[in-house]
Every structure is written in C-alpha cells, then in structure tokens.
T-cell receptor, first 109, second 117 residues
Framework: SQKIEQNSEALNIQEGKTATLTCNYT??????LQWYRQDPGRGPVFLLL?????KEKRKERLKVTFDTTLKQSLFHITASQPADSATYLC????????FGAGTTVTVRA | EAGVAQSPRYKIIEKRQSVAFWCNPI?????LYWYQQILGQGPKLLIQ????????DSQLPKDRFSAERLKGVDSTLKIQPAKLEDSAVYLC???????????????FGPGTRLTVL
C-alpha cells in the first residue's frame, strides 16, 4: 500500500541550529514533492516544490532535497528562529496531493 | 488578495445529526478541494472540483458525505448523518489552474473544526 512517513518524533532545537526533517515514501512515483507549513488552528501554507529531476531547491533559509532512488526528501531549516516553530508537512503529487502526517518543530530561544 | 474563507470555524453536533460547511475560494481560482484532517494526521483529499464539475471524489464516503460547487465559485460540504469518526478539521483549498497541473499551488482556508459527540 502507499505510505508517506515523516519523522514520528517532534523536533526540539536551539535557536540558530539547523533542523532536518525527513519524508520517506513507498509505492508512489511522484513527479513533484511539496513542503507545507501548518500553524495551530490554521490551514497549511505552501513553502517549496521540487521536481523529480531536481536534486536540491532553496528558498531563503529553507533547503529541500529529493532523492527518487532512496524515495526520500529532506527539508532543512538553517539558522532556525522561534518563529519557525510549526508543523511541517510533505506532500506528493501523483494525480492528486497526498500528505504525510507532519513533523512538529519547536525552536527554543 | 483575499484568502480562502470558510465557515463556521467550529461546530459541535451529536452523532446522527447533519452538518454543513461553506467555502469561498480565492476569486478566479478554477479548482476547489475539500480535505479532512484528523488530529495527528495530514490532510486527506475528499473531493476536487474544477469549475463546477467533480474531478475526483474517490475518497468521499458517499453514503453520508455530499458536496457541491455553486456556479463554479462557492462550495458546501455536508455530512448526514454524522458519526463519531467524522470528528476532524475540514479544510477547503483552491488553486488557480485546472486539475492535473501538478505544480499548481494550493491555498488553504483556516478550516472548520467538527466535534461529533
């Protein structure tokens, strides 16, 4: 069956450090992978999209990698700030958007 | 640009009752989506409209859930009768392009939190 797995544990990190989140998938062949941010009581907000032929994508302090051989994407937040505290969702595009359960990140000042 | 609007924000009902949610997408967006997000899980697509036609409703429990998109703009999602397992946040999203445009960005509303007692 199809499965999308993100870090099961919440991530607690010190301000200024890099947070690394993992998204692994099975039985999908996505052409695109997206990352979203979700704050409590709000809907997800789109952050980044990476195509299957792109190895890496950057946006400000965010970096995403996509390895279709490993069936894995890594999401990095560099120089993290307390304002980065949120749940981060990965989503795969096959013919519709399928989401992982998300990883909650807390950045301590 | 105004975002996706949803109402109500919260709803508490008893099992076997009916409930309806409303969504107003971003102006000009062709595609509208309804998702169900159970606590601790990611959003799950229930139904996707392009303009006023249904593109995908494969995960919609059609024995109790129904949805329509009026004149290709606003949409309502109804549950009748509700079950305890329907307790979740119901998210509406819209996107500018048509279905199948995989790079199309989806914009989400704040959601309606439904509690079924």
């Amino acid at each position: 069956s199809q499965k999308i797995e993100q870090n099961s544990e919440a991530l607690n990190i010190q301000e200024g450090k890099t947070a690394t989140l993992t998204c692994n998938y099975t039985n999908y062949s996505p052409a695109y992978l997206q990352w979203y941010r979700q704050d409590p009581g709000r809907g997800p907000v789109f952050l980044l999209l990476i195509r299957e032929n792109e190895k890496e994508k950057r946006k400000e302090r965010l970096k995403v990698t996509f390895d279709t051989t490993l069936k894995q994407s890594l999401f990095h937040i560099t120089a993290s700030q307390p304002a980065d505290s949120a749940t981060y969702l990965c989503a795969l595009n096959d013919y519709k958007l399928s989401f992982g359960a998300g990883t909650t990140v807390t950045v301590r000042a | 640009e105004a975002g996706v609007a949803q109402s109500p924000r919260y709803k508490i009902i008893e099992k076997r009752q009916s409930v309806a949610f409303w969504c107003n997408p971003i102006s000009g967006h062709a595609t509208l989506y309804w998702y169900q997000q159970i606590l601790g899980q990611g959003p799950k697509l229930l139904i996707q409209f392009q303009n006023n036609g249904v593109v995908d409703d494969s995960q919609l429990p059609k024995d109790r859930f129904s949805a329509e998109r009026l004149k290709g703009v606003d949409s309502t999602l109804k549950i009748q009768p509700a079950k305890l397992e329907d307790s979740a946040v119901y998210l509406c999203a819209s996107s500018r392009l048509g279905a199948g445009e995989a790079t199309d960005t989806q914009y989400f509303g704040p959601g309606t939190r439904l509690t079924v007692l």
